[in-house]
């Protein structure tokens, strides 16, 4: 694996610049980690559907069976773009309240992952200089582990490894195609599915640059899903990938039947096992790639909610169209992916495109990652 052509981890300035921290005078101030500093700084949402404002807040004082992290790295996830919109089906979120659902810190001299409930449930997440979290739910890191690395991988490598390996029973040997290549589930699990011996790993990718991710995450062949956008990829349909609401059913069809004829061409033959963090036409037109009894496994529905599937692609090879989400999983199979996620890492064998920004400039990171313009997953840095 090459070095990655976008990496910027740890290579912005520390300095905070908007928001009232940005007023502090600079010195050592108050120790940020002491549960009786009387402020700490925070991301916080304070209107469903707009970016979060970063300002002084009171600290978190731990209570029984809670930690207080000193938080260093926290990613912008789809999932906090989702639960502070308002329209995730955990609800409405009480607000104001703290963005973040994971995050690495340190306790005690320990470096950790933790995750939080923040926009799911009451109760503050990782985008702020002090999180309290539960103490069983912190999971140790390896020592040097790179905190933004590790953030940025986090709940979306979990996800693509257990969704490959757990619900998607993958056995050495096998060929996976992976949708969404570019995205940090893609990038993941293209790496993923190559150390758990996947013979051959097949990606699809919208974008030209999704497309690039995909190749440095080590994809044997990559698929274009969209209309190309540069001279080197082989002509392709024009029409969008998310099927316009007012297409007909036959240009649908048309869509998806061309699109799998792409894909299956990529492919050394019947795909074993698909990943798939989109729906829409590119699960439809995926589905028709793999083998008889051939899986697909569905974790996000990026491209579209629903999904052109027909009944006769399903019937025909006795597929098995599978779901996943990371709320199912226990405590314990949690941490353990974490902890097989960060030995990866700390090994050189998975990262995934990552850009770093002080936790000051929350709001325009918050923007970019929800306008789909940040060079790969944004951390926040914390700390
Ligand atoms: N079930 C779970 O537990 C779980 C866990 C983690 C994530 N997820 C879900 O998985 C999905 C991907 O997460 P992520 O972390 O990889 O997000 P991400 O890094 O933001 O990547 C999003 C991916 O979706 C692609 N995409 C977006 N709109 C598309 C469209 N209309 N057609 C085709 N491709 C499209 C993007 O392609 P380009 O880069 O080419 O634009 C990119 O590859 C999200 O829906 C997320 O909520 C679920």
């Given amino acids: 694996m090459t070095d990655h052509p976008a990496d910027q981890s740890g ?31 925070a991301a916080r949402i304070e209107n469903c559907g707009r970016p979060p404002v970063v300002a002084d807040g009171s600290s978190p004082v731990p209570g029984a069976g809670q930690e207080l992290v000193r938080v260093l790295a926290a990613p912008i996830t789809p999932l906090d773009l989702l639960c502070a919109s308002g329209t995730s089906y955990f609800g409405t979120p009480a607000l104001p309240y703290v963005p973040g659902v994971q995050g690495v810190g340190s306790v005690d001299g320990r470096l950790v992952w933790f995750p939080t409930a923040a926009g799911m ?14 103490a069983e739910d912190l999971v140790d890191l390896p020592a040097g582990a790179d905190p933004y690395a590790m953030a940025a991988l986090g709940l979306s490598a979990v996800a693509a490894y257990l969704a490959l390996t757990w619900r998607g029973e993958l056995a ?7 949708l969404g290549g570019g995205g940090v589930v893609g990038q ?42 540069s001279a080197d990829d082989p002509p392709v349909s024009p029409q969008a990938v998310t099927a316009d609401p007012r297409a007909t059913p036959e240009a649908v069809a048309r869509e998806v039947e061309e699109l799998a004829r792409r894909l299956a061409a990529a492919c050394d033959g019947p795909v074993d096992l698909v990943l798939d963090p989109l729906f829409g036409v590119p699960a439809a037109a995926a589905a028709r790639t793999l083998r008889n009894g051939g899986r697909l496994v569905n974790l996000g529905g990026s491209a579209s909610e629903t999904c052109p599937l027909d009944s006769a692609t399903l019937r025909s090879r006795s597929l098995r169209l599978l779901g996943y989400t990371n709320n199912e999983l226990t405590r314990e199979q949690r941490a353990a992916a974490i ?11 998975l990262r995934v495109e990552h850009e ?28």
């Fill in 172 to 178: 050495r040997g096998e060929q996976v195609l992976v």
């Fill in 339 to 349: 902890t097989y996620v960060a030995q990866q890492s700390a090994a050189g064998r």
């Fill in 188 to 229: 993941a699990a293209i790496q993923l599915a190559r150390l758990a011996g996947a013979r051959r790993v097949v990606a699809a990718a919208r974008s030209e640059r999704g497309r690039q991710r995909a190749r440095w995450a080590g994809a044997d062949a990559v698929v274009p899903l969209g209309p190309v956008t």
């Fill in 121 to 134: 449930a009451a109760g503050d997440g990782s985008m702020a200089e002090l999180a309290l979290v539960r």
């Fill in 356 to 383: 770093v920004m002080p936790l000051a400039e929350a709001a325009d990171a918050w923007r970019r990652q929800a306008a789909g313009t940040a060079k790969g997953r944004i951390v926040l840095r914390t700390g």
């Fill in 11 to 41: 290579s912005r300035p520390a300095g905070l610049s908007t928001g009232a921290a940005a007023d502090r005078p600079p010195g050592p101030g108050p120790d940020p980690a002491s549960p009786t500093s009387p402020v700490m700084v």
